[in-house]
């Protein structure tokens, strides 16, 4: 049973930066894809970015350059780290892994999630 344990969550200004990390139980985390979604107040839950065992990475358009999503598989951790934070990047964020057909990405485990709020 795989188990996703995010953390790194948290309250920041508007423009400041967070990392969340997900730590995996798992054997196989070398060869898992992992990835983030999130889910704010009152909305449906979006993909946020993706990242293969090789370290490939996939990222929702709108996201493409202030967020970065990275593995250690030593640690069986991966990260994601937020810069220049806006206010509508407030969400629940949530830790993943599952299939990566090449061009969709399946996730079918889900960590618990960590709030990240950004104030204005």
């Known amino acids: 049973q795989v188990q996703l344990v995010e953390s790194g969550g948290g309250l920041v200004q508007a423009g400041g930066s967070l990392r969340l990390s997900c730590a995996a139980s798992?054997?196989?985390?070398?060869?898992?894809?992992m990835g983030w979604y999130r889910q704010a107040p009152g909305k449906q839950r979006e993909f946020v970015a993706h990242?293969?065992?090789?370290?490939?990475?996939v990222y929702a358009d709108s996201l493409k350059g202030r967020f970065t999503i990275s593995r250690d598989n030593a640690q069986n951790t991966v990260y994601l780290q937020m810069n220049s934070l806006k206010p509508e990047d407030t969400a629940v964020y949530y830790c993943?892994?599952?299939?990566?057909?090449?061009?969709?990405?399946?996730?079918?485990?889900w960590g618990q999630g960590t709030q990240v709020t950004v104030s204005s």
């Open positions: 990242i293969t065992s090789g370290g490939s990475t």
């Open positions: 993943t892994t599952g299939y990566y057909t090449g061009t969709y990405y399946y996730p079918d485990k």
């Open positions: 798992t054997r196989r985390f070398s060869v898992d894809v």
